[in-house]
């Protein structure tokens, strides 16, 4: 028997790593200086600090130092790159494309540019949860600023082609930021194979801490223009003022560094542990059905639908087993109002609403996953058995 509650939502978010959490801990005490202090010895130590980390960091994606840009966490870094890149174009009415399936960390910026004049067209993926880079060369026009397309989706965990989305967004000489908050730490990620000219990313999803987040900003072939959203005093070559959070650049620089040294040993294994997942519920249950492609797909990600169960007996009789729906219960309703991930790749509601996702980590062990499994397809047998609609079938 594992310890309980099991985490299984390691999408959400990851516990610090305790080798990071032991490297960040004297930045909150000995050595709490200010990294923009430059007349004495605590401010020098703290900009040392804050550098090393960002090199860190950079090594991770495959980028140079000076192009990342630190920030309070991915959400900033897409509104950053959004917003940034509409006010530096200084069109009248810029065009961005994105894609249905976005988080809302882009979707909500992107509508938030349309209210402001902007046009914005949202690309339906295919029925695997993948877009095609026709479809979004389609969507093109002589006004498109720029095309955000996230590397790798939260809820089902499909990777997009997003080298082959590069080679048309550059030839037509638009920018290409990726949202890869889900896949930086989790597979390999490159910016210079992936051809992206911003990509956002944060630490809590690799076992670093939060409130901190970085953005990629290409500095040449071409340089990226981006305005400012915060203002107030020039930190992060002009991109983004405020006090550096020291502690957190440090944390997120050793979890960075982590990923890179352990990255592929780890993938190996949580994709074992995923696959073994998949093989014990389909084994137990018929109606399984897996949202979006497998071969395409996050090592630790897997999201499956049950049908004939409802989706909130389904969530409230996993109590010990911590998992997401595919569906986001909002303070709206008391309803579960269907993912609208799922509803885009053509999922009907129904299913939508009884789908889990089922996110691997670190920490996550074989004992962990058997009893997940057993938990889910006892509940859903059970669950079954008691709905009207499976009895009369």
């Not at 210079?192 to 630490?203: E, P």
């Not at 062990?365 to 859903?380: C, F, G, N, P, R």
Request: charged share 25%; with cysteine.
């Amino acid at each position: 028997m594992p310890k309980l509650p099991v985490y299984l939502d390691y999408h959400a978010t990851t516990p610090a790593d305790p080798r990071v959490v032991e490297v960040m801990a004297p930045y909150f005490t000995e050595r709490f200086g200010n990294a923009a202090s430059r007349h004495h010895p605590f401010g020098w130590a703290a900009r040392d600090a804050a550098e090393a980390g960002r090199r860190q960091v950079a090594e991770l994606i495959g980028a140079d130092p000076r192009e990342i840009c630190f920030t309070s966490g991915a959400t900033e870094s897409n509104n950053l790159a959004l917003k940034g890149a509409l006010s530096a174009a200084g069109a009248a009415r810029p065009h961005v494309v994105t894609v249905a399936t976005e988080h809302r960390a882009v979707l909500d910026p992107c509508r938030r540019l349309a209210d402001a004049g902007a046009r914005v067209t949202e690309v339906a993926p295919d029925s695997d949860g993948l877009v095609s880079p026709k479809s979004i060369e389609r969507a093109l026009t002589d006004d498109t600023v720029l095309v955000s397309v996230m590397l790798a989706n939260n809820e089902i965990g499909v990777l997009q082609p997003i080298a082959e989305i590069a080679e048309i967004t550059r030839a037509r000489g638009i920018l290409l930021h990726s949202d890869a908050a889900q896949a930086v730490g989790r597979v390999p990620v490159d910016v210079g194979a992936l051809g992206v000219d911003l990509l956002s990313f944060t630490a809590h999803k690799l076992y670093g801490p939060k409130g901190i987040g970085a953005l990629y900003v290409r500095r040449r072939r071409p340089r990226v223009p981006l305005a400012p959203i915060i203002d107030g005093g020039g930190h992060e070559r002009g991109l983004r003022s405020g006090t550096l959070n020291v502690p957190g650049i440090v944390g997120f620089g050793a979890a960075a560094e982590i990923c890179r040294t352990e990255l592929a040993a780890e993938e190996e294994r949580i994709g074992r542990l995923r696959d073994r997942l998949l093989a014990a519920l389909t084994g137990r249950l018929d109606g399984v059905t897996v949202n979006g492609s497998l071969e395409r797909r996050l090592p630790h990600n897997l999201n499956v639908s049950f049908a004939g169960v409802e989706g909130e007996s389904l969530l409230v009789g996993l109590d010990d087993v911590a998992v997401s729906s595919g569906a986001a219960c909002t303070t709206a309703s008391p309803s579960l109002e269907p993912s609208h991930v799922l509803r885009a790749i053509g999922l009907p509601d129904e299913l939508a609403r009884a789908s889990l996702r089922f996110g691997l980590g670190r920490w996550t062990t074989e004992e962990e996953i058997d009893y997940a499994a057993d938990k889910v397809a006892s509940l859903v047998t059970r669950l079954r058995e008691l709905s009207p609609v499976t009895r009369a079938s």
